[in-house]
């Protein structure tokens, strides 16, 4: 027993370094990013002269927009030390802090990592932010990361909070930054008054990445994490391939991480494709979860309904009728209104584009618009069952 357990805690991986591979790492050098760093600097270069900015980044999932920014946060902070000026970076996930209180928490366990998590109202919290500030003699940069998931809550003010509080402290000299990142388009979502302080200009989309990127991207990630010779070539060309579908960097390092650890388990000296092609298999329900959770509740009905169609008539199609019929049984299983024949269209063009089906023109003798949709890479079932659990 203690011999299998030693054999296996200690035997030889082909990753030299586990951490390289780890979603919150920040590589030193980033790949194919270079303008939007370089308009960020464009954006931010007031922050030297004291001057408060504010922008927007966005783009699709994996495409860097966290990476980027910590990147720059780090390198302004740095800069701005070398004249003598003080930035204070606060990097805020707002899907693990949700609310204001919540996320202010974060701002303040920056300066003492102490602060009770109870007892204080936002107005106090405030206060005491301008405080640790002052004290400092500092500017703030915060950046609040997923930022769709706090303002999404129409109760939020954190942004109109922060904005406004820079112009309150303005004979003081605080200045404080906002950085807005997500996958959404979150201006619609702030009110006008915050909208006012973030000029439309400000803001920085990333695309998705190309096979070529995406390529470079992990041949990277192999020097970093991977002991050197260990990994076939016919991998990193694999991994692009898979990739590229959604031009996710994420997806692409955890394939790259994944095959690693399965030819550690099988005690092999090399990656191989076939390890890739287990991590897809594997990765597929993770990435399948980040992604559903990104459709609205009708589109996610929409792929209900075409998921429960194949599942329970075990038919590698289902046509666009059919599905629009099961469509509405479904809506009344979650307590929804069907909505129109075109809305329904247009759900099916949204699950489309997010990758999750394939629609195609019927062949001959079927009528005039019918088209047959189907799930080409995630089994029914399991649809089904994430799905469900979504809409409840
Ligand atoms: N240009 C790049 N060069 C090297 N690594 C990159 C690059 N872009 C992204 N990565 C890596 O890809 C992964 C995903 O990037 P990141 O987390 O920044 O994506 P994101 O756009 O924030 O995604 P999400 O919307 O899901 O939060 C990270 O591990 C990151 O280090
Ligand atoms: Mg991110």
């Known amino acids: 027993m203690d011999n299998i357990i030693e054999d296996e805690l200690m035997s030889s ?4 370094n586990l951490n390289a591979l780890d979603f919150d790492y920040v590589p030193k050098e980033l790949l194919h990013r270079g303008e939007p760093l370089r308009l960020l600097a464009q954006m931010f270069k007031p ?5 408060s900015q504010n922008s927007v980044i966005k783009g699709p999932v994996g495409t860097g927009k966290t990476v980027i920014t910590k990147k720059f946060c780090s390198s302004l902070v740095n800069l701005a030390r070398k004249q003598g000026k003080i930035v204070e970076y606060v990097h805020i996930n707002c899907r693990k802090r949700s609310t204001d209180a919540m996320a202010l928490l974060g701002i303040l366990n920056h300066f003492d990592s102490r602060f009770p998590d109870r007892g204080f109202s936002v107005q106090e919290m405030l206060e005491v932010l301008r405080k640790q500030l002052m004290k400092r003699n500092a500017q703030l940069l915060v950046v609040l990361d997923e930022a769709d998931a706090l303002l999404k809550k129409n109760n939020s003010n954190i942004v109109y909070s922060l904005t406004r509080f820079s112009d309150e402290s303005s004979k003081e000299k605080i200045p404080i930054s906002l950085i807005l990142i997500s996958q959404k388009d ?4 702030l009110d006008s008054s915050s909208l006012s302080t973030f000029k439309r200009s400000n803001v920085v989309s990333l695309n998705k990445y190309s096979h070529d990127e995406l390529f470079d991207i992990v041949r990277q990630r192999i020097d970093l994490a991977f002991h050197a010779g260990t990994v076939d070539e016919g991998c990193v060309h694999l991994i692009a ?9 994420r997806f692409a390092i955890e394939l790259l991480w994944k095959a690693g650890i399965t030819a550690d388990h099988q ?3 090399m990656v191989i494709p076939e390890h890739v092609r287990t991590a897809k298999a594997e990765t597929y329900s993770i990435v399948t ?4 959770k990104n459709l609205e509740r009708h589109q996610l009905i929409t792929l209900q309904a075409i998921a429960k169609r194949l599942y329970r008539d075990g038919t590698a199609y289902v046509n666009t009728g059919d599905a629009e019929k099961t469509y509405a049984l479904t809506c009344e299983e979650y307590d929804e209104k069907p909505r129109t024949h075109t809305m329904f ?5 949204d699950v489309e584009s997010a990758g999750f089906i394939n629609i195609k023109p019927s062949g001959k003798g079927q009528l005039g ?3 047959f949709i189907s799930l080409p890479d995630i089994p029914a079932e399991v649809v089904r069952s994430k799905v469900d659990e979504l809409l409840r």
């Open 267 to 269: 005690h092999v000296q």
């Open 369 to 371: 618009t019918t088209q």
């Open 47 to 51: 922050l030297l002269s004291n001057i």
């Open 241 to 249: 391939d898979i990739a590229s579908e959604w031009g996710d960097a």
């Open 289 to 292: 979860e980040s992604k559903l």
């Open 345 to 349: 269209w247009n759900y099916l063009k």
């Open 13 to 16: 991986s082909v990753i030299k």
């Open 186 to 189: 979150v201006l619609s979502m």
